[in-house]
């Protein structure tokens, strides 16, 4: 009798627990091959321009997908990752979209080891769900700087931000929403980095 009672015991303590969900792993950026292609008069440049590895604020150095539920607050999702940090996926789409531009005889990352005549250097400051209003709304900001590579010295320096809907309350509505924010700040950055100076 003991025994059966453990067993009854044991059935209903597994039927009652939920399943763990399982991780899921979002790309963070969309087909880089649907950046505009660069216009025919836009103007070209002999030199080279170097992208360093962008760097992020300590909140955002994970591949955890973070939300806010209220104001000054942010917090991860439980079940949801990006599949690589968004740093490094952010720093392959400006060597990929710079590229594309044509404005540079080359575009390549300064951890190469290559030499070059201009710098870029990109923070990422925030990229998150602003879930405080249902959708809610997603939120990417970046500061870039564009450096002369021989003297160091400071040329241009710009703070870039975007928001743009999210689909659905969730990571799904969440991912959708970055993604096109992404895309948004992306392109900004690079129309500042190829404009004539």
């Known amino acids: ?66 939300y806010s539920n209220a104001a000054g607050t942010r917090s991860y999702y439980q079940y949801a990752s990006w599949t690589e940090l968004p740093s490094m996926t952010i720093g392959s789409a400006l060597v990929t979209r710079l590229e594309r531009s044509g404005t540079f005889r080359t575009v390549t990352s300064a951890a190469s080891g290559a030499s070059g005549t201009l710098l870029l250097r990109v923070h990422l400051d925030e990229l998150y769900h602003d879930a405080v209003t249902p959708p809610g709304a997603a939120r990417v900001a970046l500061t870039a700087q564009l450096i002369d590579a021989g003297s160091r010295a400071l040329i241009d320096r710009r703070a870039f931000t975007a928001t743009a809907p999210a689909k659905s309350y969730d990571a799904d509505g969440a991912v959708a929403g970055i993604r096109a924010a992404l895309d948004q700040v992306l392109d900004e950055v690079v129309g500042w980095v190829v404009a004539p100076r």
């Open 1 to 66: 009798m003991r025994t059966l009672a453990i067993a009854v015991a044991a059935a209903l303590a597994t039927a009652c627990a939920a399943p763990d969900q399982p991780q899921r792993y979002f790309v963070l950026e969309g087909d880089a091959a649907a950046a505009p292609a660069p216009a025919a008069s836009a103007p070209k440049r002999e030199g080279t321009l170097l992208v360093a590895p962008v760097t992020a604020a300590g909140f955002y150095r994970t591949r955890e997908l973070a």
